[in-house]
């Protein structure tokens, strides 16, 4: 369901067009529902007066008929004529209609057919009630519309009965009731219903904007200082008022902000502490480390005068020292990552010729391992803006990754640039990457192969440093993997430092 976002950006919005619809519709049935009872009841009512009325106007003409029946001078239309007009008033002016209308429709003994009082069109009188009054011996009523000769026409009822007529014939006499002042009334009730219902409406509105805004101000404040809290400002907090639901959200938000500005304290404190353990560590370690250099050149130097087993142990010596001093190397890196000190010294670079460095050093490293590199880059030089050193040793460590796990398959390295940045894919064959592994490649002290990874003296911190050095020129890495097929790398750095980019050259899912 499409809502608004006008509507979802602000509770207060939506709790209140929700309680006025709520209160319109009810309001709404309600009055309606009222409205009909009245109407119904003030019809009723006039509906029972007419019948009261209509009967002592046709028992009063049958008397007389009665009487003219039995006198000798029987001029019955001179009576009709007089029986018509005993109304007063019109039903136009809350009176009634008489109607008389012979049941055959035929002029007998020089009376008329029809007779109606102020011009009353006897189509007023339907066909279909005519039929019932004939039939019926006792006095009927129906609904209908009154219509006249000038063509108004007013909402009534008409009530008749069969009279006879001494020595002439059946007679139908009826009575019509006009609606007219009771439906002023009921317009007039409708309107006033109508007039309450929307003071009504605009009383609950002005009242629920008043009660939502005095709840809902300290939660949109609350939702402020939240937004406060999370930017950093760990000092802001709510005014709490009273003793209530919102004062006791108030307190706990109070209390909440407390204990996070707490552990909050105590983790950077914590945090803080270990990056200067790692800093100082790393560089007390370097002097001792410089001595035992020192001293193992001078006997690996001196190696061939050794015993086999003096000579091997040499040898290893130097090899764990060089490991040692590129752990710390990595620690000391990652403690300026950590301190966010680590800046760039930027200039412009060829991304083709330094590429094509690190791949010659490491084609020589991995002889043994019989690895051949396949570089695929432009003819062209690709010139973008970054720190050599940083960059130089992102590839290093994406090569020597793909080197340590390809186990002697050939490793492509491809380089594609558009108009903003430049991606540079390593791709292997190897052992490749699942999917939970991909997850965690960039993590610290990670290994996909532990017992490997030692065996060829990594840290762990490789790829953790290349993802740092890559986010600090405004770039990324992925990386796409499965298993037994091999992984890829794809670092893409933009051409002007910290400069956003959107379109990637190596976007696009290789098939592993």
Known sequence: MFVPRFFRRSLFRRVFVVSGFISIGIIY?????????????????????????????????????????????KDYRSLISEIVKTSNLSARESGREVALLQSEDRELRGIPAVSTSNFLEPSSIPAGFREIVRESDQLTWRKTNL?????????????????????????????????????????????SMWGTGLLLIALIMIVASVVLRRVIRPVKYAAEIAEQLTSGDLSKRMEVKGEDEVARLGEAFNEMADTLEQQISRLENLSRLQHRFVSDVSHELRTPLTTIRMASDVIHSARDGFDPNISRSAELLVSQIDRFENLLSDLLEVSRFDAEVATLSLDQIDANLLVRRCVEDLEIASKGRATQFHLSCPADPVMLEADSRRFERIMRNLLANAVDHSEGKPIHVTIKENQAAVSISVRDYGVGLSQPQIERVFDRFWRADPSRSRERGGTGLGLAIAKEDAMLHGGVISVW?????GSNFVITLPKVSGIAFSDFPLSEIPTI
């Open 147 to 191: 219509l006249y000769v000038n063509g108004e026409s007013l909402n009534g009822v008409v009530i008749g009965t069969l009279l006879s007529l001494p020595n002439v014939g059946k007679y139908e006499m009826y009575v019509l009731f006009g609606f007219d002042a009771q439906q002023r009334t009921i317009d007039l009730i409708g309107r």
């Open 481 to 485: 993997g499965e298993l037994g097929k």
């Open 29 to 73: 049935f309600l009055g309606s529902n009222l409205y009909g009872r009245i109407s119904d009841g003030i019809i009723n009512e006039k509906i029972n007066a007419s019948i009261s009325e209509a009967q002592s106007a046709i028992q009063y003409a049958d008397y007389r008929f009665i009487v003219t029946g039995v006198s000798s001078e």
